[in-house]
């Protein structure tokens, strides 16, 4: 009797649990009965000759509004072309990294696609390729970089300042820039190995035009000498920002004055040209910037370039604004009335563009034609001395 009583209650349960009682109401369904075909929403939607027109009533923004849009002048095509496909072919074969790629320049087509409708050698003549060193992993995190950051990277290649100097020679380029990560966990900030690097590419192509865009060197300014005593032409090393901006925009190891020291100290070792470059559009003021410019001009800087802040991924500090491109034609002349050699200032430019190469190039050999005619003149002079004695 217990044991029938026992399974009377567990069905009573269990269709207890599975019965709706009728006090609770049917799921809702919703009726499909006076919904519109999707044939129907097609037809009476626009019509592509609406579209054509831009006759269109309603329109879908995606995206997030209230961020400053891309203008047009800052939209660049796909890369393309013989010069191109080579550069990148060189590097992949040699193991090397680019700054071109690894911070998504977006000159980068145009820097290695070389002159329009020249032929492959003339194009690589005129192409310009950043050759980064030390591997693509930086000890540092500035806040505008896409570069991969890591407390350790890995240790240096020993081969690559041999393999740098070969893919220079075998491109046949007529200028290099040469830069590199923060190497923070060396004991001499890779100094000697950039050295290095450029003294194999001037024993291999001793025509070749280098710049060497480097680092702060922490501060250090007898590894910044090593550096600039190795047989280089320009010595690079970017402020990118103005000083009040500095610590925001920079990583905090990295100060504005400390930059300053860098390229004095360069100017000073005997150095030709000394280049620098500021970014525009993350919050700077007119009067920083020019408060920025006569400090680079006190320390003898030649050559600044302005270019827009272009943010490389949602994780990056966010772009303050787009400056237009009749500001970036004011820092020009307002730089060029400072005493600076040469200003390169667009939203595009980088402090590697290819514009600042070509009339560095030029002025470099100007230099360089005017030193050996001062040396011819004075070996006559004193030839003339003797032959009157």
């Not at 509004?65 to 060189?90: C, E, H, M, Q, V």
């Not at 040699?94 to 911070?103: D, F, I, K, P, S």
């Not at 590894?223 to 690079?236: N, R």
Request: hydrophobic residues 35%.
């Amino acid at each position: 009797m217990s044991t029938i009583l026992k399974h009377s209650r567990v069905a009573r349960i269990s269709v207890s649990r599975n019965a709706r009682s009728l006090a609770t109401p049917a799921a809702s369904r919703p009726s499909t009965l006076n919904r519109p075909s999707f044939t129907e929403t097609l037809t009476e939607g626009p019509s592509l000759d609406d579209f054509i027109s831009g006759n269109v009533s309603e329109r879908v923004v995606l995206g997030n509004t209230n961020t400053p849009r891309l203008p047009s002048y800052l939209k660049t095509s796909i890369p393309t072309g013989a010069s191109f496909n080579k550069i990148k072919k060189d590097l992949r074969g040699l193991g090397l990294h680019t700054v071109c790629e690894e911070a998504r320049c977006p000159n980068i087509g145009d820097c290695w696609g070389g002159k329009d409708g020249a032929t492959l050698e003339d194009s690589k003549r005129a192409a310009t390729a950043t050759i980064m060193l030390m591997g693509d992993t930086c000890t540092r995190g500035c806040r505008f970089c896409s570069v991969k950051t890591s407390k350790n990277p890995p240790p240096l290649d020993p081969h690559e300042p041999e393999n740098t100097a070969e893919a220079i020679s075998r491109w046949g380029l007529g200028y290099i820039v040469l830069t590199s990560v923060d190497r923070d966990d060396l004991a001499d900030s890779g100094a000697h190995h950039f050295a290095e690097t450029i003294r194999r590419i001037k024993q291999k192509a001793p025509h070749i035009l280098v710049e060497a865009l480097t680092g702060d060197m922490a501060g250090n300014l007898d590894h910044v000498s090593v550096v600039a005593k190795s047989g280089l032409d320009v010595y690079a090393h970017n402020v990118e920002t103005v000083e009040a901006l500095t610590p925001f925009v920079r990583d905090r190891r990295a100060t504005f004055r400390q930059s300053l020291t860098v390229l004095a100290r360069a100017k000073q070792d005997g150095v030709r040209v000394t280049k620098t470059s500021i970014m525009l559009g993350v919050g700077e003021t007119e009067d920083q910037v020019k408060d920025a410019l006569r400090e680079l001009r006190k320390v003898d800087v030649d050559v600044v370039t302005f270019g827009q802040y272009m943010r490389p991924t949602k994780k990056h500090m966010k772009v303050d604004r787009y400056v237009e491109p009749t500001e970036f034609d004011h820092w020009k002349q307002t730089a060029q009335d400072m005493g600076f050699l040469y200003v390169a200032s667009g939203p595009l430019v980088r402090s590697s563009y290819k514009a600042g190469e070509y009339f560095i190039e030029n002025v470099l050999r100007k230099k360089g034609a005017e030193k050996r005619a001062q040396s011819i003149i004075v070996q006559h002079a004193k030839t003339d001395s003797k032959a009157f004695t």
